[in-house]
């Protein structure tokens, strides 16, 4: 049985693809150096799916790191997620996003090719679209004129796939285009973890919801929307894991380079979710209106045809599923892993 290694496998969508990869009868390995992530997420991958799940806690950027785990595992696929996502963060550390970000990908690669490993499923985000304005976002809108270095990491590393495919087309890529993720495994046992304050919606939310933070800001009243907030396209991460399982079945049958969107293909508005949530966990969460976030655009989602033409997946979960879910990993772990 051959096996797939997850960079990043200890992260948020990360543990959940793992876990949906080994429910698919894939064998995993992990290389996750901790930097943003709990070992405990490990111990839960393996207390939810029953299976074996190999680890090692390496820094994906270290080459003879690599090599040792290519040298004893037969590695078949590859799905990159190690990497540091936070957009505000790379602002501030534009240096320390592109040495991570980029030499991954690059060690990756060249360790990958050492072993006549050519199949990778790259974690991308919506983000290389930039400030594109036409939505729903279609593969083929175009992207770059990114915001942030975190932004432009994603991109420079489709770009240097893409060019890795060229140099070789034995080569099989498929660069998947992550919406906004939200939500938890059905048990409440992984979750999404944040260090501090989170930056993102739905952990913010939950963390008022369960009384860490007091009210949540809503950034924006007065974008072209139906209601003034911002709309994006929350998809349920278990729906993102199982993408990820589609991918990496097409990836290892395939060659080629393949940009995919994974997203539910609808918008939701910041108070649509806000009131979601309130519906589905009968907390109330007071917020407050402030300024717009430098950066934000007004409309995001996905189009979702290539995704269900190439990868025969769609999302199935709605947002009060993503609510429920999200609520329940935070009652059950009020101060995460
Ligand atoms: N928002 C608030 N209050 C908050 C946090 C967010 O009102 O406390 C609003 C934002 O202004 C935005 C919406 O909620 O309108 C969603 O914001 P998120 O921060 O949850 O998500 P983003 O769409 O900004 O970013 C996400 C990922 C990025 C990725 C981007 C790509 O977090 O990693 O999608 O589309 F780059």
Not at 248 to 263: E, W
Request: charged share 20%; proline share 5%; aromatic share 10%.
């Amino acid at each position: 049985m051959f096996e797939v290694l997850v960079t990043g496998g200890a992260g948020y969508i990360g543990s959940h693809t793992c876990v949906s990869l080994l429910d698919a009868g894939f064998s995993v390995v992990i290389a996750d150096d901790l930097s943003n992530s709990k070992f405990e997420a490990i111990s839960r991958i393996r207390s939810i799916t029953g299976n074996k799940v190999t680890f090692y806690p390496y820094d994906v950027t270290d080459e003879i790191e690599l090599e040792k785990i290519f040298t004893r595992h037969s590695i078949r696929c590859v799905v990159h997620f190690a990497g540091k996502k936070a957009v505000g963060e790379s602002v501030e550390m534009p240096l320390e996003y592109y040495r991570t970000n980029l030499l991954s990908t690059i060690s990756l690669t060249r360790v990958m090719k050492r072993h006549n490993v050519k199949n990778i499923v790259f974690s991308s985000s919506a983000t290389v679209y930039g400030n594109s304005k036409k939505v729903p976002y279609s593969e083929t809108a175009p992207t770059g004129n990114c915001t942030n270095p975190y932004a432009w990491t994603k991109w420079m590393n489709e770009r240097i796939l893409t060019d890795v495919h060229r140099s070789d087309p034995d080569w099989s890529v498929i660069l998947l285009r992550y919406f906004n993720p939200v939500g938890a495994h059905p048990s409440g046992q992984i979750g999404e973890d944040p260090l501090g304050i989170p930056n993102n919606l739905f952990p913010y939310v939950t963390q008022v919801a369960v009384g860490k933070l007091d009210r949540l800001p809503i950034f924006g009243s007065d974008y072209p929307t139906k209601d003034g907030t911002g709309v994006r396209d929350f998809i349920h991460v278990m729906d993102l894991a199982e993408g990820h399982v589609s991918a990496v079945r097409k990836c290892i049958q395939d060659y080629g380079v393949h940009a995919i969107n994974l997203g539910s293909g609808k918008g939701y508005s910041v108070l649509e979710v806000l009131h979601a949530f309130e519906e589905a966990t009968g907390k109330e969460i007071p917020h407050y209106f402030c300024p717009r976030r430098e950066g934000d655009v007004a409309v995001s989602y996905a189009s979702t045809k290539k995704a269900a033409q190439e990868l025969r997946w769609r999302a199935q979960r709605d947002l009060r599923e993503m609510c429920q879910d999200a609520w329940n990993w935070q009652k059950l772990n009020p101060l995460g892993y």
